[in-house]
């Protein structure tokens, strides 16, 4: 079992940015494949960014590519998310998620535990 927690979230002006954590406790969050996801108010959560087991493998949705980074430390059992040049549309609250395998993790149903999430808003 993982407990995951996020924390980070605010308030910024667009074009700013911010820097997403997630803590997980247990000692096997090394074995886990993480993810972000986001859902803005009235719309479906959908998918950020994953990252695999030990960091060396990434994927990002087309709408953050370029501007948010995925990274983890397994010694902290932590991943984070900076974001960068963050747009108005960005404003949502976001997730973490971890996953048994680094598959279609792009999809919320591979992922098995999830953080209760974090608010981010960027003001035009």
């Known amino acids: 079992q993982v407990q995951l927690v996020e924390s980070g979230g605010g308030l910024v002006q667009a074009g700013g940015s911010l820097r997403l954590s997630c803590a997980a406790s247990?000692?096997?969050?090394?074995?886990?494949?993480m993810g972000w996801f986001r859902q803005a108010p009235g719309k479906e959560r959908e998918f950020v960014a994953a990252?695999?087991?030990?960091?060396?493998?990434?994927y990002y949705a087309d709408s953050v590519k370029g501007r948010f980074t995925i990274s983890r430390d397994n010694a902290k059992n932590t991943v984070y998310l900076q974001m960068n040049s963050l747009k108005p549309e960005d404003t949502a609250v976001y997730y973490c998620?971890?996953?048994?395998?680094?598959?279609?993790?792009?999809?919320?149903?591979?992922?098995?535990?999830w953080g209760r999430g974090t608010q981010v808003t960027v003001s035009s």
């Open positions: 247990g000692r096997t969050f090394s074995s886990y494949a």
């Open positions: 998620a971890a996953a048994n395998r680094y598959l279609d993790t792009h999809l919320l149903g591979s992922y098995h535990y």
């Open positions: 990252i695999n087991c030990n960091g060396g493998n990434t």
